[in-house]
């Protein structure tokens, strides 16, 4: 079955950068592009971005613009995410979500990552 | 700025049927934005429900129906459970440079 792994908690000061991980399993990684989606205490969700785990292009949203690096391991089928800069309101947990193909949605999500920026 | 905009909050009796709604500031939404509908409990991922306006994913019970109701998209829950309490989310594929917006969100209480 599909499966994707995040890595665990991170506590960062502002201007400080993370990177999390998403492992995939169960499908053929290259096969479906991944998104990264972030969800700030008590809020909605908010989409960053796409990464194409075959060719590697990438679409980022335009808030995250300059601020947001996505990239992909294919040897670990591991997309990653590096935000920037960090404020105290990027606050938030971080999904992966597998894009289900042609029919432009998130099919299967990650556990999610909780980022806290506080000094 | 494109906003995608639910109701925030619904409260519908057991078996009672209630329909969310996904509207575009900038015009209708059609078929040709792929609305997928998501469910969310506390502390826990979102599970896709709807996906290309009216397809049930994989598992999910068929209480719940997507469609375009009139400029927007639409989430039916038919005979409402206690479980189907939760948080619901809309998403929109916009293409170009903005890509997908989610919803606002909608909170739906069964009592």
């Known amino acids: 079955q599909v499966q994707l792994v995040q890595s665990g908690a991170e506590v960062k000061k502002p201007g400080a950068s993370v990177k999390v991980s998403c492992k995939a399993s169960g499908y053929t990684f290259t096969n479906n592009y991944m998104h990264w989606v972030r969800q700030a205490p008590g809020q909605g969700l908010e989409w960053m971005g796409i990464?194409?785990?075959?060719?590697?292009?990438?679409s980022y949203a335009q808030k995250f613009q300059g601020r947001v690096t996505m990239t992909r391991d294919t040897s670990t089928s591991t997309v990653y995410m590096e935000l920037s800069s960090l404020k105290s309101d990027d606050t938030a947990v971080y999904y992966c979500?597998?894009?289900?193909?042609?029919?432009?949605?998130?099919?299967?999500w990650g556990q999610g990552t909780l980022v806290t920026v506080s000094s | 700025q494109t906003v995608v905009t639910q109701e925030p909050s619904f409260s519908v009796s057991p078996g009672g049927t209630v329909t969310l709604t996904c509207g575009l500031n900038?015009?209708?939404?059609?078929?040709?934005?792929?609305p997928s509908w998501y469910q969310q409990t506390p502390g826990q991922a979102p599970r896709m429900l709807i996906y290309s306006t009216d397809t049930r994913s994989s598992g999910v019970p068929d209480r719940f129906s997507g469609s375009i109701l009139g400029n927007k998209a639409a989430l039916t829950i038919t005979g409402a459970q206690a479980d189907d309490e939760s948080d619901y989310y809309c998403?929109?594929?916009?293409?170009?440079?903005?890509?997908?917006?989610f919803g606002t969100g909608t909170r739906v209480t069964v009592l």
């Open positions: 900038s015009g209708s939404v059609s078929t040709n934005y792929y």
């Open positions: 990464i194409n785990p075959s060719g590697g292009s990438i």
């Open positions: 998403v929109l594929y916009l293409g170009g440079g903005i890509h997908y917006v």
């Open positions: 979500a597998r894009s289900g193909g042609e029919s432009m949605n998130f099919d299967h």
